[in-house]
């Protein structure tokens, strides 16, 4: 069954607003989940790593601000898109890792920004 | 530097066919995982195969199998016999030095799989 959920699997917000998305580890405590961008046709890009009880670590060039991350439990992070224009629409990917080798992926939310 | 290679961007094969993907990969570090993803239209993630660096024996389940060698820092992906179903944007991912501090999964760009019937 599935390890990781997300909600929603799809959204459309209006330029300006915000929209959240939730990542949760269904079986499993996470200390760790990852968050991943994949614009259409293209490879998954790391955006940042969130830690449970702790601040994200966020890769270059992905702005804190913009993309808020919150890892309040061991089974729960969330990504919050701010004031969302329409070049964020993008599909957004959560991930957990249980061990060293072990990841496995939500199964995204399509963000389209109008 | 820490890289994953796809070079095929597309393939098309008819059903039935045999189809090979290829992956090379860049690292410095001596220890490392090597990971298959299928990715179909609904977009998940589909874990197909993870394979550590100290291992390079060759993996065969059902339809597909793996080719790992180290020389050529290579991780080829076959399908035997390929179907429909198989249509899918196929994803090899390197997992850098996972005995010490943990890296991230680097992604190669992906491979589109096309298979018409």
């Known amino acids: 069954g599935a390890v990781v959920s997300q909600h929603p699997s799809r959204v459309i917000c209006k330029s300006g607003t915000s929209v959240k998305i939730e990542c949760r580890s269904l079986?499993?405590?996470?200390?760790?989940m990852f968050w991943y961008r994949q614009f259409p046709k293209k490879s998954l890009m790391l955006m940042a790593t969130?830690?449970?009880?702790?601040?994200?670590?966020?890769e270059q060039g992905v702005e804190k601000d913009k993309f808020l991350i919150n890892h309040a439990s061991l089974t729960l992070s969330t990504l919050t898109v701010t004031s969302a224009h329409p070049e964020d629409s993008s599909f957004y990917i959560c991930s957990v890792r249980l061990a060293a080798y072990e990841q496995y992926f939500g199964p995204g939310t399509r963000l389209t920004v109008t | 530097a820490q890289k994953v290679t796809q070079a095929q961007t597309e393939i098309s094969v008819v059903e039935k066919e045999d189809v090979t993907l290829d992956c090379v990969y860049e690292?410095?570090?001596?220890?490392?995982?090597l990971f298959w993803y299928k990715q179909p239209p609904s977009g998940e993630l589909v874990f197909l195969i993870r394979?550590?660096?100290?291992?390079?024996q060759n993996e065969i389940s059902g339809r597909y199998s793996w080719n790992f060698q180290k020389s050529t820092s290579s991780f080829n992906f076959t399908i035997t016999a390929s179907q429909v179903v198989d249509s899918a944007v196929y994803f090899c991912?390197?997992?850098?030095?996972?005995?010490?501090?943990?890296?991230?999964?680097?992604f190669g760009k992906g491979t589109k799989l096309s298979v018409k019937p």
């Open positions: 394979r550590n660096s100290f291992d390079e």
């Open positions: 690292t410095r570090d001596t220890t490392y995982y």
């Open positions: 969130s830690n449970e009880g702790s601040k994200a670590t966020y």
């Open positions: 991912a390197l997992l850098p030095n996972y005995g010490g501090s943990q890296g991230n999964l680097i």
């Open positions: 079986d499993f405590q996470a200390t760790t």
